[in-house]
Structures are given as structure tokens and as C-alpha cells.
């Protein structure tokens, strides 16, 4: 049994209320059935929320559906106004949202408050783009008629988030998408619905129109999209997560040939080549690989390094290491956050298990710490067996990996056997030597002397197992659209008669 509300039932998670409900056209809808969101820092659970079923994902695709022509016809300018007016809602509750995102995914305070910057870059940059779309005029080349194109939204849109940037995903997702015009059904991820909630509500609370954003949560994702992937009227899903679910939201997308946008997993390297600046690189090296306590798509999960400036790397990548706080991230002092959820630091454990079974030497960390909380010590390995399963799989774990090669070649073959292809990162002083081990690398993004690059200006995206399409950048908005061509009949001479 529903019920539908204009006034959502909430939780007050750090005296931040929060609307719990399901968002179905412009209206927040209970459920029967809810689920609990936990404090990965204590295990406590921080509220509970509405538990959405198949027929509640169907009727917010009705919704999106019913509102998409409307949508689609609102002028540019004033699309772009809602954005404005969305905006500002959002960055007056900054420090609520990230108080939220802290609170249910264990990201330190300082993370959250950067996601949510970042997060905004793009809701302006997709704000930018609406009144800047444009089309080409041509003449046929046979002449007699002449060749426009335009651009028109692809439709109702699926979208789909993981939990580890609960903000950044859905900004960069809707905000493309309704820049677009086309509406959407936002699925979020069951550890993290509650910062989706507050971002959904900003946009609610902006004027958008009932059935252009509608929100589900859900502890059964698999039939709950299933349904809407069948569904003929669904023209779109953009999916960011693992490639396992990717692959099989892709098999689901085939038989209605449902437009769709990857971001999947990574298994990015991080190569230091013999000239690099070691204390930049190993600064960069440790952000990269322990931001989101390792639980990052494009954390570097191989670092390879020059065996000439090995041992001084090593040295001060593990000094740093050992250097950094993990705790609670309302702490202002801690570096690193909890694992998501106790599932998830067992499987951190075997991780670990798994690497003393292969010529690795534990050079720090290895441990959970005991407490209420899901953390584990920073830990890192020098492996010198690379053939093993382990060192070509997304580790998705505070764990660094640390590889010796005898030259950029080698580093560039090891970096490229994998299925994935999401972030890569080369240091080096010599320009030349970087563009040419940056072309080399058959990655979708690659960092230059710096282990962090996401950027609203940028298509964020990767090859291989690790997607298809770009969010961001002049591309990341015509993921939500479609090149439309109108052959236009001209009687030149008629005209001129
Ligand atoms: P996940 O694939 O388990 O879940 C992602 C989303 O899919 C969640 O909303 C989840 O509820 C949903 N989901 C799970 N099973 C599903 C199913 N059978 N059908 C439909 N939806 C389903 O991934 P995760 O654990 O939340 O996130 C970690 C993964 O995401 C890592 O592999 C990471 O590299 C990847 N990731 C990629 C990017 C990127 O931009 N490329 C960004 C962040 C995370």
C-alpha cells in the first residue's frame, strides 16, 4: 500500500532534516515497507526510508513520461532559470548536505564539502549549456535542398547511482539530462539515499515541474530497474557503478535498443617514471589511492614505479601513509573514513589474505580496527608477482599496490593488461616523455603529475570494461540528446521567379 503526500515524512540526521519518502510526480510517496541507512562510522542507523517496489519505479516512469513533452517544449532561458534557481537552494544548504553525505557514506567532512563544490561545478556547467545548444545548416549536396540539423532530447531517462559519491553522481547525471529537457527517474543507491533526497528536494523546492524529477529508492534493484528496462517508453539509462551491473543493464537495454551511458569500474595505474618529482609524486600517489578510503572508480589501484626510484618512492609513499588519520569523518582531523559497510571490510580482509598468498611484501596496515565502526588500517603491498588474478582486478579498498618495472615500455604493457580502461596517471619532468606514455595508455583519462582530475570541463569517462560515454565536458549533455536532420526542399529558381 501507498500514500501519496505533499509534505514528506523525514529523518533528522545531524539536525538536518531529511525527506524520506519516494518522489513520484511532484508529490512524496510513502511506503509500507522501509529500510534502514546506516552510519558506516558507528553501525548505528541514521533513519529509516521508503522501500520502493517494481509498480512504484512504473509509475514514476509514468510520471516522466507524462511530463516529458512539457518539459522538452519549456524555452531554454527559462529551463536555465530553474537550473539558477535549483543552484542556489542547493549551495545555502552546503553544509547540510555535506553533513548528510558524511553521515551515511563516512566520508571525512573536508571530502564531502569538496563533493559538493565539485558537485556544483558541473550543476552550473550543464546550466551554462542549455542556451548554447546548437544545430548546422548546410546546403544538400545535390542541391535542391538543404540540410539542418538540430538536436532533440532522447526521452525519459533512467538513472542510476552508487553510493560512494552519493552528490557528485546525481548532480552530473541530472544536471545533464534535464539541461537536456529530458525528465527523469533517479534509482539511488541503498547505502546512500539520503543526500539524493536533499538534491532532489533543492530541485523541488526550485519550481521543477511534477513528473520531471521523480526518485526511488529501493532494497531490490535488480527487479525494480528490471521493470523499467522492459518498459518500451524508457529511452535512456545512464548507470554508474560496477561492470557486472553495467553488463546486465546493458543485455536488459538490447532488446528496445534503449539509448545508454557506462561509467563502470576502474583498475587504474599510476606510473612513476625515473624523472618524476618523487615527493609530488608520492603526495599524489596517497590522494589518489586513499581518497573515499580507496573506494573510488578512478583510485589508483596499481602503482608502478620505476625501479630506479623505487625504494626513495616506496619510502616516502609508506611514510605518508602510515601519517594519515582514519576515524570518524565529523572529526576535522581524520584523513580516512570508515568502508562502507561491514560486508564490504570483510571483503578488505580478504583482499589482504589474498595478496599474502602471492609474492607480496605487507609493508603497512593489513588490519581492521576494532570498534562499532567499518574501518581498516591504510595498508600497502610490494608485489612482485604480477601475474597473479589479484593484480588485475579493481580493488575498490584502501589497499596500495606498489609494482617495479625497468622502463616506461614495461610500465606501459603492465598498465594496459587489464579489461579496464577508466583512469590512468604518469609522473615524469620530461613533457615529451608524458604525451607519449599518455597516448599509449588505453585509458579514457590521463593525469599528468597530479592524481586528481575530474573537472566539469573535462569528458569523465573511460574505454573498455569501464563504459560507454562521457559525463561532462562539451560531450556529457549530448548523452541526452539526439541529432535530428530536416531536409528542407529549396526551388531556388522558383524562389527568384
Ligand atoms: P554497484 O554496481 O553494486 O551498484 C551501483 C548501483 O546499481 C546502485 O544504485 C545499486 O543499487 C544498483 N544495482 C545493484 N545491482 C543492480 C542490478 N542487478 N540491477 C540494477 N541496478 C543494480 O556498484 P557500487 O558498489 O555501488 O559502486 C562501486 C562500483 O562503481 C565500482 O566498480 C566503481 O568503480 C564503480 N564506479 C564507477 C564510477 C565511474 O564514474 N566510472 C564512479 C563511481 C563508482
Known amino acids: 500500500m501507498t500514500s501519496a503526500t505533499a509534505q514528506s515524512r523525514s529523518v533528522r540526521v545531524r539536525d538536518h532534516e531529511v525527506p524520506t519518502a519516494l518522489f513520484i510526480d511532484g508529490r512524496w510517496v510513502e511506503t509500507d515497507a522501509v529500510f534502514p541507512v546506516r552510519d558506516p562510522a558507528t553501525g548505528a542507523v541514521l533513519g529509516e526510508v521508503a522501500d520502493g517496489t517494481p509498480q512504484h ?58 563533493e559538493f563544490s565539485l558537485s556544483m561545478d558541473f550543476f552550473q556547467w550543464y546550466t551554462e549549456q542549455i542556451a548554447h545548444l546548437h544545430g548546422t545548416f548546410a546546403e544538400g549536396s545535390r542541391g535542391g535542398y538543404r540540410v539542418v540539423s538540430t538536436h532533440q532530447p532522447v526521452g525519459p531517462a533512467l538513472l542510476i547511482t552508487p553510493w560512494n559519491f552519493p552528490l557528485l553522481m546525481i548532480a552530473r547525471k541530472a544536471g545533464a ?16 539515499p539520503l543526500t539524493c533526497a536533499l538534491f532532489v528536494q533543492a530541485l523541488v523546492d526550485a519550481g521543477f515541474p511534477d513528473g520531471v524529477v521523480n526518485l526511488v529508492h529501493t532494497t531490490r534493484s535488480a527487479p525494480l530497474s528490471a521493470a523499467v528496462m522492459a518498459d518500451d517508453r524508457l529511452r535512456k539509462v545512464s548507470f554508474t557503478g560496477s561492470t557486472e551491473v553495467g553488463a546486465r543493464l546493458l543485455s536488459q537495454a538490447a532488446p528496445g535498443i534503449v539509448n545508454a551511458a557506462m561509467e563502470l569500474g576502474g583498475d587504474g595505474p599510476l606510473i612513476v617514471l625515473d624523472d618524476a618529482d618523487l615527493e609530488l609524486a608520492a603526495e599524489q600517489a596517497v590522494i589518489c589511492k586513499f581518497r573515499n578510503a580507496g573506494q573510488a572508480c578512478v583510485a589508483a589501484n596499481r602503482i608502478i614505479v620505476h625501479e630506479s626510484v623505487a625504494d626513495a618512492f616506496t619510502e616516502r609513499f609508506v ?30 580482509s580478504g583482499l589482504v589474505k589474498e595478496f599474502g598468498q602471492i609474492d607480496a611484501e605487507l609493508l603497512t596496515g593489513g588490519h581492521e580496527i576494532p570498534g562499532d565502526g567499518y574501518f581498516f588500517e591504510p595498508t600497502v603491498f610490494a608485489v612482485k608477482d604480477r601475474d597473479n588474478p589479484i593484480c588485475h582486478r579493481e580493488l575498490f579498498a584502501p589497499i596500495a599496490a606498489l ?55 573535462a569528458p569523465f569517462g573511460g574505454v573498455k570494461a569501464s563504459g560507454l560515454g562521457r559525463e561532462g565536458g562539451h560531450h556529457g549533455i549530448y548523452e541526452f540528446l539526439e541529432p535530428k536532420y530536416l531536409a528542407i526542399t529549396v526551388d531556388d529558381r522558383k524562389a527568384l521567379s
Open 57 to 114: 519505479a512504473l509509475q514514476a516512469l509514468d510520471a516522466a513520461v507524462a511530463a516529458q513533452a512539457e518539459w522538452r517544449a519549456v524555452a531554454p532561458r527559462r529551463r536555465a532559470d530553474l537550473f539558477a534557481r535549483a543552484d542556489s537552494i542547493l549551495r545555502s544548504r552546503a553544509e547540510s548536505i555535506a553533513a548528510v553525505m558524511t553521515a551515511e557514506s563516512g566520508k571525512p567532512l573536508a571530502e564531502a564539502r569538496a
Open 177 to 192: 539530462a534535464l539541461a537536456a529537457g529530458c525528465t527523469v527517474v533517479v534509482k539511488t543507491a541503498q547505502e546512500t
Open 319 to 348: 611514510a605518508l601513509t602510515r601519517a594519515l588519520k582514519v576515524g570518524n569523518g565529523f572529526d576535522e582531523t581524520t584523513d580516512i573514513g570508515p568502508i562502507i559497510s561491514a560486508r564490504q571490510r570483510d571483503a578488505v
Open 403 to 457: 609494482y617495479r618495472v625497468a622502463s616506461a615500455r614495461e610500465a606501459i604493457e603492465y598498465a594496459n593488461s587489464t579489461r579496464y580502461g577508466l583512469a590512468a596517471y604518469v609522473f615524469t619532468s620530461d613533457i615529451s616523455r608524458a604525451l607519449t606514455v599518455a597516448e599509449q595508455l588505453d585509458f579514457g583519462m590521463v593525469g599528468i603529475n597530479r592524481g586528481i582530475m575530474a573537472d566539469p570541463a
